[in-house]
C-alpha cells in the first residue's frame, strides 16, 4: 500500500498548516494557453466551476500513483483486485468521514448527482410525497416525477430563506399520511445562494418527512456535515468537486435503500440466482446497501479520485478555502457593482449568503454574444444559458416560461428583458488574477463593444470567421 500512498504522492502540492490563505490550491490547466480572436494568446482563465471544475494537482496526482495498481473491484483473487477492493472501500470510508455520516449511513457511489437523485427516486416508499421548490436544479426537481406511485408537489419560488422555510411548513402541514420527502439544493447553481438547509430539515422532521440534499453546488464551496444538518441524504458530483474521473456519491440514511428493489439489476448486487424447476428465475439481491445498489463493475478510479478530493480539501482546510473564496466573490460583487448595464441575479437579495457562483445580464446585450466575446476575446471560460435551472432563471428574468432560451437570441434592445444569463464561477484553484481579468474584460465589453462579429452557429454564438 506505501505505493499508493496519498503522501508520498502529492507531498510537493499540498499546502502546509502554514500556508498562505490566500494561495489557491494548484489545479490541472492553470498555465494552458489559448488563442484569441484577435491575435495572440493568454493563460487560460478557467470561471465555470459550477459546471465542471478543473481536476485538483493532487486528485491528478493520486490518481497517477494508483493507476498501475488499478484491478477489478469485489470479483478478482489477485493481488491487484484486492488491493482495488480496499482501496475502494476505503474510498467509501474516506466520503463517510468527509460528509460528517452516521454510524449507520451508508455510501454508495454513483456516476453523478444526477444520478443519485434517480437512484433515491427509484427507492421511494409507495405513496411517497415530494416536495421540492420550482427554483431547484432540473437533476433535483425532475426525478421525482418518475417515481412510481409518488405525488410531487411544486413550491413556488420563495424571495427569501425565511419564506422558503414557511412555505415548506405551510405545505407539509397540510400533507397527507404517509411516507414525505423534501428536496432542496444547499446552493443555486445559478445564484449561488445558499438555502437554509438546517431549517428546512427541521421544518421536514418536524412534519415527519425526510429530507436530501442536492450539494452540487456546496459541497465544493463549502463543508457539508450530513449529522450537523440533520438530513437524511446528501448528494454529490466528483467533476464539480475537483475529482472529474466519472463518479458521485449518494450517502445517508439505509432503510429505504435497503427495501428497494435494486437500482439497476445486474452482477455484484446479487447474493444468488438459480433457476427454479418452472424455467424463472429466482434472484436474491444484496441486503447491503451498497452492494444492491451498485450493480455492475464499480468505478474505482472515480470513487478513489473523490476520495483523493476530500482528503485534500480537508488538508488544505476547508474553512480556509471558504474563507478565501468569500473574499474573492466580495471583490467580484463590487467590481460588477460599480458596472451600472449589469444585473446581477438574486433570489434572496443583496445580503444573503453566496457561494462562488454568480450569474448576471447585460443590458443591451445577449448572454450568449457576451459570453462568446469573453471566451474569444479575452480567454475567459464562463457559461450562458439557463443553466439547467430554467423555471429559476425564467423567474429571475421575469421571461414568460414559453419564450426561447436561444444562445444565438439577437441582442437586446436596451430596455429589453434578456432571455438568457451569464454565470460565472469559481472555487479553490481559481487565481486573484481571475477576477480582476474578468471585471476588466466585462468592464471594457460594456463601455467598448466586442471587437470582433459573431454569428450563431447550431444555437450557439460563435466568432465569424
Ligand atoms: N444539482 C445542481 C445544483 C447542479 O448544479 C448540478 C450540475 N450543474 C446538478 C445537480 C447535476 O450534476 P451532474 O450533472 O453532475 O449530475
Same mark, same amino acid.
Not at 320 to 341: D, H, K, S
Given at each position: ?146 417515481? &412510481?406511485?409518488?405525488? $410531487?408537489?411544486? =413550491? +413556488? @419560488? ?5 419564506? #422558503?422555510?414557511?412555505? !415548506? /411548513?405551510? %405545505? ?20 449561488? &445562494?445558499?438555502?437554509? $438547509?438546517?431549517? =428546512? +430539515? @427541521? ?5 415527519? #418527512?425526510?429530507?436530501? !440534499? /442536492?450539494? %452540487? ?29 466519472? @463518479? ?218
Amino acid at each position: 500500500m506505501t505505493v499508493i500512498s496519498p503522501a508520498t504522492a502529492t507531498a510537493a502540492v499540498t499546502p502546509s498548516a502554514e500556508a498562505d490563505v490566500c494561495t489557491p490550491l494548484p489545479v490541472l490547466g492553470r498555465d494552458v494557453r489559448v488563442p484569441l480572436v484577435t491575435g495572440g494568446e493568454v493563460t487560460y482563465a478557467a470561471l465555470d466551476y459550477a459546471a465542471s471544475a478543473p481536476a485538483l494537482q493532487r486528485v491528478w496526482d493520486d490518481v497517477a500513483a494508483y493507476a498501475p495498481y488499478y484491478g477489478s473491484v469485489h470479483r478478482g483473487a489477485g493481488y491487484l483486485s484486492q488491493l482495488s477492493t480496499d482501496l475502494f472501500e476505503q474510498s467509501r470510508a474516506t466520503v463517510a468521514e468527509f460528509l460528517g455520516c452516521r454510524p449507520d449511513d451508508e455510501v454508495i457511489f454513483t456516476r453523478s448527482t444526477t444520478d443519485s437523485l434517480n437512484l433515491l427516486a427509484s427507492v421511494l416508499p409507495a405513496g411517497t410525497q415530494v416536495y421540492v421548490f420550482d427554483t431547484e436544479h432540473h437533476a433535483s426537481l425532475l426525478p421525482w416525477q418518475r417515481a &412510481e406511485g409518488a405525488q $410531487v408537489t411544486w =413550491l +413556488a @419560488a420563495p424571495r427569501t430563506p425565511e419564506q #422558503a422555510v414557511a412555505a !415548506l /411548513d405551510v %405545505a407539509l402541514h397540510g400533507a397527507p399520511k404517509g411516507p414525505k420527502l423534501v428536496c432542496v439544493t444547499g446552493a443555486s447553481n445559478v445564484t449561488g &445562494e445558499v438555502w437554509p $438547509v438546517r431549517k =428546512l +430539515a @427541521a421544518a421536514a422532521h418536524r412534519h415527519g #418527512a425526510r429530507i436530501v !440534499l /442536492d450539494a %452540487a453546488q456546496l459541497a465544493p464551496h463549502h463543508p457539508v456535515d450530513i449529522a450537523a444538518l440533520d438530513v437524511d441524504w446528501v448528494a454529490f458530483s466528483g467533476h464539480k468537486l475537483y475529482a472529474p474521473f466519472g @463518479a458521485g456519491v449518494l450517502a445517508g440514511r439505509p432503510d429505504w435503500l435497503r427495501e428497494a428493489e435494486p437500482y439497476l439489476a445486474g452482477g455484484g448486487a446479487t447474493r444468488k440466482v438459480a433457476r427454479r424447476a418452472d424455467g424463472t428465475l429466482d434472484v436474491e439481491w444484496h441486503t447491503s446497501v451498497a452492494a444492491r445498489h451498485e450493480a455492475g463493475s464499480p468505478n474505482v478510479i472515480g470513487a478513489y479520485a473523490i476520495a483523493a478530493a476530500c482528503r485534500a480539501l480537508t488538508e488544505a482546510g476547508f474553512d480556509r478555502l471558504v474563507a478565501r473564496e468569500r473574499q474573492l466573490l466580495g471583490r467580484l460583487r463590487e467590481g460588477l457593482a460599480g458596472i451600472p448595464e449589469v444585473r446581477v441575479l438574486s433570489l434572496f437579495g443583496e445580503h444573503s449568503e453566496r457561494v462562488g457562483v454568480l450569474s448576471f445580464v447585460v443590458q443591451g446585450w445577449n448572454s450568449s454574444h457576451f459570453a462568446a466575446a469573453l471566451s474569444a476575446e479575452y480567454g475567459i471560460g464562463v457559461r450562458d444559458g439557463l443553466f439547467c435551472a430554467h423555471p429559476l432563471v425564467r423567474t429571475l428574468l421575469d421571461a414568460e416560461p414559453d419564450e426561447p432560451g436561444a444562445c444565438g437570441a439577437p441582442d437586446a434592445a436596451p430596455g429589453e428583458r434578456a432571455l438568457n444569463a451569464i454565470r460565472v464561477s469559481f472555487g479553490a484553484g481559481t487565481p486573484d488574477e481571475h477576477i480582476t481579468r474578468f471585471l476588466a474584460a466585462v468592464t471594457t465589453l460594456v463601455r467598448t463593444g466586442a471587437q470582433w462579429t459573431y454569428r450563431t452557429e447550431n444555437g450557439r454564438c460563435v466568432p465569424a470567421r
